[in-house]
């Protein structure tokens, strides 16, 4: 397993899947990948990466009860080198933020959890940055919105390296564990499944990577990540003891159970 999620084994393709005229191709991998996210604490950090996770998230969301201080984001950064990646989660700040955040902690991936515009990703694509971009999907109509958003990102050159999609809590930005809506989840597991691509080679178009989360604990994620097909789980509160304090046996729980055959 190479720390920046790419693995070298068979499995590579891509799905697509079309809604009311627009189309979203979501690019799929095999093993499956596990970030853990919401971590605080240096120690949790050692612990979820020697558990096995391959991305571990950094929340810089001051709202979240897993809010880091930037200033404390380096130390943590420096307990998982060589074992995972960091990823700086962030809620609807300016690029040149992000940016300076993510520089100061060590971090080479922002994941961008509000509302920003494609062209966000774009301009943090072309400072260097690997980009995640957080749907969260209530309904059927958001599904329709994150296709338009992907169709404006292709055009502008904003497309992100992988596109989460979460829950829709009012008034959340994530990390509720509550599960995505059953019409959601129809939409991602029913969609056209093209045949892969040759063992070892990438789709021959580049398609933004699938990453599921929403209320996913040790006991669904091998059912959910079976009908869905992602390409990475991400899980916070089904891991966890209390906000931001991750359970050592529920990690290792959730890393097994996502990893079943």
């Keep these: 397993m190479i720390a920046d999620g790419r693995c070298p084994t068979p499995g590579l393709g891509h799905r697509r899947f ?34 096995g996770a391959d991305w571990i998230g950094v929340n810089f969301h001051p709202a979240s009860k897993r809010f880091v201080p930037p200033e404390l984001a380096p130390e943590l950064v420096a307990a998982i080198a060589g074992l995972a990646e960091p990823v700086g989660l962030f809620v609807d700040r300016p690029v040149a933020e992000v940016a300076e955040t993510l520089d100061r902690a060590g971090i080479r991936i922002a994941q ?39 169709r404006h990102a292709s055009r502008i050159g904003g497309e992100p390296e992988a596109v989460l999609v979460d829950a829709f809590v009012p008034g959340q930005a994530g990390g509720t ?8 989840l129809d939409a991602l597991a029913d969609r056209p499944r093209p045949a892969p691509a040759r063992s070892g080679h ?16 040790p006991a669904n994620v091998a059912d959910l990540a079976a009908r869905i097909g992602p390409w990475m789980v991400d899980v916070a509160s089904g891991v966890e003891s ?14 097994r159970a996502a990893r079943s055959p």
Excluded: N
């Design 202 to 217: 990438p789709p021959a178009d580049p398609a933004p990577k699938l990453i599921l989360a929403g209320g996913l604990t």
């Design 242 to 255: 209390s906000p931001g304090l991750k359970d050592p046996a529920k990690v290792a729980a959730f890393v």
């Design 18 to 51: 079309s809604d009311r005229g627009l189309t979203i191709s979501l690019f799929i991998q095999s093993p499956l990948l596990v970030k853990i996210c919401g971590v605080t604490t240096t120690d949790d950090a050692r612990m979820v990466a020697e558990a």
């Design 177 to 184: 564990g509550h599960a995505i809506a059953g019409e959601v």
């Design 112 to 150: 961008l959890h509000g509302d920003e515009p494609a062209e966000d990703v774009r301009d943090l694509r072309l400072l260097g940055y690997r980009v995640v971009r957080a749907f969260r999907l209530g309904g059927r109509d958001a599904v329709d919105r994150m296709a338009a958003w992907l």
